[in-house]
């Protein structure tokens, strides 16, 4: 099994930049991709962005342009660099990994742009 623990939330102002980081561990030679998913009060978990094994990365529409993800493969961590933040972009984000037969969770970070 593979587990995950994040990192990097917190509450910042409209404009400002931060960067979650998600670190996994346990039967890491499975994992095939990651990324995040994020979930605001009263909304739907939605995809975020997603980065695989051979580095090929997706976005969301509202966050292209802003957000960039990236992997450390040699400390097992997937980053998600976070600028130009919105008051929109306030959720609660989750990543995750994808592996060969299930997909694992973090527990979640919190993350509050003030307008």
């Known amino acids: 099994q593979v587990q995950l623990v994040e990192s990097g939330g917190g509450l910042v102002q409209a404009g400002g930049s931060l960067r979650l980081s998600c670190a996994a561990s346990?039967?890491?030679?499975?994992?095939?991709?990651m990324g995040w998913y994020r979930q605001a009060p009263g909304k739907q978990r939605e995809l975020v962005a997603t980065?695989?094994?051979?580095?090929?990365?997706d976005y969301a529409d509202s966050v292209k342009g802003r957000f960039t993800i990236s992997r450390d493969n040699a400390k097992n961590t997937v980053y998600l660099q976070m600028n130009s933040l919105k008051p929109e972009d306030t959720a609660v984000y989750y990543c995750?990994?994808?592996?060969?037969?299930?997909?694992?969770w973090g527990q979640g970070t919190q993350v509050t742009v003030s307008s």
């Open positions: 995750y990994a994808h592996t060969l037969v299930s997909l694992a």
């Open positions: 346990g039967s890491t030679f499975s994992i095939t991709a």
């Open positions: 980065i695989t094994n051979g580095g090929s990365t």
